[in-house]
């Protein structure tokens, strides 16, 4: 769920909005985790801190994440992100 956007649902919406970074300039992406809780047996969430920055380095968005993640044949998958801008990642 990117900020100012409609959700993305599915592999090929994802996939698209991740070219369409590429396309814009953004080179490196940076996540800093501060907190992973597990929630029972089959649920996780992470939150943290993130960075988009371009090829030289420019720092283009600083934000937060919180990440829902489920766990499917035994393995940990990624079920919702949402992510919003911050005025600090401090």
Known sequence: MPPDQPTLRGRECIIAS???MWESGIRKVELKMEEAVGIG????YSRG???FSLGDGTT???GKYF????RVDGKLHLF???FNTA????
């Not at 047996?41 to 996780?44: H, L, Q, S």
């Not at 005025?87 to 401090?90: A, G, L, Q, Y």
């Open 87 to 90: 005025t600090s990642n401090t």
């Open 80 to 82: 919702n992100d949402i």
């Open 49 to 51: 801190l993130v960075n």
């Open 41 to 44: 047996d089959d649920m996780a």
């Open 18 to 20: 991740a070219n369409q």
């Open 67 to 70: 990440v829902l993640w489920k």
């Open 60 to 62: 283009v968005f600083k």
